[in-house]
């Protein structure tokens, strides 16, 4: 019975989204169970998947959507709407895009999904239980902990006075093991074989915040998992007389298959149109009407604006990529990036040197690593989500006596920290506490929130006094093998299409520095497991300046100038500062080099934070630097930047494609050039991995933007957290699963636009076809329009556009009126 338990409870928890720590905020797709069926037939209860219809109508009529727009979007919908046949009579002078756009325009908008907001009564009886269970810091260590969760929850609730004293003492004769808890309960009900995984999936959507941490933490920790969660709360709600939750609709379900239109509603819209459109026209030309807009039913309205939407701002987009602007010839510098779209600004504003080159690759660089400090307690996974930890760095320090100075005081800095929160937070100690420090803190108080900067550059100060900073190097070479360290920098030059060197190039990973936020994680670098880059960058430039791996990268094939040298930097994103990481290991030969991409990163850097300023609500182009940068460091600023806000596409190709280009901050830029990649091996990695991780990203900005109090976050003002688990919305309830609004919109007025990640490659076609028909995931993303791929072989070709049929000719311009013919489609041959 355990054995089948267990793979019911499998088998329930197979769709459930992992959610990671907010310590370690990574982004997902909150319905990616529903990747498997289309994008506009995903059956999620009460979830919005589009704006609603009024939104779309002001979009047109300020030009935003244009009739063009709608046009293609129309006849994307399927081959019905590009084969009717032209009207006659009295309907001659219309086209079907005239009726269908009419109809669109003024049909009765469809009625919005109610937000869900079931009720969880046993919430309340197990979530401070969960809290108490997972507290990293706790003031008192739970009982039994040891034994696991459901063990310490029967040993204890069998006191907890929310139950009744009749619950208490059948709690005491409930089993042991959370298997055989969750058997009980299903004997208890009576519940059929066949509906036990039902009614288990019924149960971990109750709380589906909890329900992702859970399976996050089952799967890195292993302290507890969802049977025991899943014992407890069923046996909650066995003592309190309740019936297990209903059922919902399952993912895998055939839901596909939109209802069908009822007659009388397409007939009085068809009637409609034909008294606005043709005046006097004969029953027999509202028929031919109501045929028409039978192929297109009013719950398809939403998701033809939506692609409209979308279209509008892909084809703005390709029309940019248009000119090719050259490569420098000779460059004295290369700087290396994250995709991620915040550095797309970065490199505009640093291109402006003609020396200096770009790229852009995932911000880990290649290497995945767990990093501990020097003597450090803890570690950090510093990898993409995808990846598992295989290879654990430390630092070695320069100077053994002044490393363990700096040990010592941070040893102390963490005791005093440790014994601080203690007296906050013990019963009598407080009052005494405020007594005694209450003026100190005031005055500090004061000063941070009048003087952020200072206080910043105060604390930093007193810190570096009591734990001196220290030069070190990562131990790399200790952690991976030469052939190792060879394969990953291979990789990584392959994948950046870096076939040329510079005498110096810049690594720059990215971090965002703010205060008092605890979504701070979700501004950092995706790619780096929710954590600044800098580590990965100072592991990447150790191997591509080490002399084995630079005579293994010769042998096959790449070669790295004995005169070029790679520095590790980090581009922190709200000062948009990029400061160089090791210097001690510069040698003096680079050093008035990389002393001038200084100088020029800091003219970058100003002009990029008054660019931003311009978006930034509460700040002002116009304001001093040094305004700017304290948002950095004020406690009280909601909007310290605006992270990955307004994302919209990726850009997989050369730099060419979009040098000069202004993206607005709004693409992931991934270096790439098929020319170094014969066998296609780079470009499947970044397929698989940064386009997944990108429309992660991509959808959690959209549902959050769509849903802010369902898969969003809700509003910052009312989160409260438990420890570097997660944020609840109050004091109890589920843990919220996406941004808080504050990430997406001012008030009512959206800072991001909801749009569905558009990616744009520049690799032959047929190379691309191979790679998405040989991976299941790419192929569920793709064919269901989750996102859209439009690719073309070489700068010289036309753009291609992927659909589940094969690739069809990418329109470039005005659709006519007239019927067209279906477009050209191919599966795997490049065009």
Known sequence: MTLLVQAQVAQAARDTVAGWPIASFIATNPLAPYEATRFDHAAAPGTHLTLPTESYRAAF??????????????????????????FTGALAHLSPDDVLIEDMLHADAPPAPSPAAPTDPVADLVVPWLAAFLDPDPQWQLPERDRGFYAAWRALASHD?????????????????????IAACFTAWDTRETDRVALLKAELAALPGWTGYLKWRGEHDGDIDLTEYLAVRLTVRLLLDLPPTEAQPDADADTTAPAPTPGA?????????????????????????????????????LFTWQAAYEGHC?????????????????????????????????????????????????????????????????????????????????????????????????????????????????????????????FLFGVSSVVRTLAPTLHHTLTRRWRDRIAPPVDSRVTIASAFTVEERATLAEAGLRMMGLGRFAPLVVLAGHGSVSTNNLYQAALDCGACGGNPGAVNARAAAEIFNDPEVRKILAARGLEIPAATHFVAALHDTVADRVTILDRHLIPDSHATLVDDFTTRADAAADGLVRERAADLPGADPMDSLAKLRARAHDWAEVYPELGLAGNAAMIIGPREMTRGANLHRRVFLHSYDAALDPEGTGLETILTAPVVVAQWINHQYYFSTLNPDTLGAGTKTIHNAIGG???????????????????????DELLHEPLRLSVVVQAPIDRISAIVSGNQVLRDLFDNEWISLTARSTAADPWWTYTALGWAPTPTTTPDSTPTAPPTLTRTETP
């Open 61 to 86: 009529t300020s030009g935003r959507i244009t009739r063009d727009d709608l046009v293609l979007a129309l006849r994307a919908r399927g081959a019905e709407l590009r084969e009717v046949p032209p």
């Open 161 to 181: 006075p929310r139950l009744s004293r009749p619950a208490r003492r059948m709690l005491r004769d409930a089993p042991e093991q959370a298997s055989a808890a």
């Open 265 to 301: 509603e397409v007939h009085a819209r068809a009637v409609r149109l034909a008294d606005t459109l043709a005046p006097g026209a004969a029953p027999a030309d509202a028929a031919t009407l109501a045929r028409l807009l039978a192929l297109h039913p009013l719950d398809d309205h």
């Open 314 to 438: 892909r084809r703005d987009l390709l029309a940019s990529l248009t000119p090719q602007a050259p490569a420098p010839a000779a460059p004295h510098t290369q700087v290396v990036l994250c995709i991620d779209p915040r550095s797309e600004g970065l490199r505009r504003h640093l291109e402006t040197d003609a020396g200096i080159e770009t790229f852009g690759f995932a911000g880990f660089f290649g290497v995945p690593v767990r990093f501990a400090t020097y003597e450090g307690r803890g570690s950090i996974d510093s990898l993409p989500a995808l990846l598992q930890p295989k290879h654990a760095v430390t630092e070695a320090p320069a100077d053994a006596a002044r490393a363990s100075a700096r040990t010592r005081g941070l040893r102390a800095l963490d005791a005093a920290s440790h014994s601080l929160h203690v007296t906050e937070n013990a019963t009598a100690t407080p009052f005494a506490l405020a007594e005694a420090t209450g």
């Open 725 to 747: 688990i997660g944020v609840l919305a109050g004091h109890s309830g589920d843990l919220q699963r996406g941004l808080p609004r504050q990430s997406v919109a001012v008030g």
